[in-house]
């Protein structure tokens, strides 16, 4: 991601190549918007298919993927 940013300051916040499944304005904030979307639904995904598989997540494990901060702390 550090890369994709660096590379689109360099193209005037344009993306520098534009992915075939792109469908949306190519510059770095609808991409960055784009990203974290994904990213949100993939989390849903994960809890969805732990309840359907009868193995409901703590209310402290479904809510803390949403706690980006505290995450990226405890990666660093």
């Known amino acids: 991601m550090l890369k994709l940013f660096s590379a689109t300051l360099d193209n005037n916040g344009k993306l ?11 510059d770095i904030m609808h991409f960055l918007a784009y990203f974290v979307a994904h990213e949100a639904h993939h989390r849903g995904q994960i809890i969805l298919l732990a309840r359907q598989l009868n ?13 980006w901060t505290k995450r990226f702390k405890e990666a660093k």
Do not use: C, E, K, Y
């Not at 520098?16 to 190519?26: E, G, Q, R």
């Not at 703590?58 to 809510?63: E, K, L, Q, R, W």
């Open 55 to 67: 193995h409901r997540l703590p209310a402290a494990v479904t809510d803390g993927v949403w706690q």
């Open 16 to 26: 520098p190549s534009i992915p075939v499944w792109l469908n949306f304005p190519n």
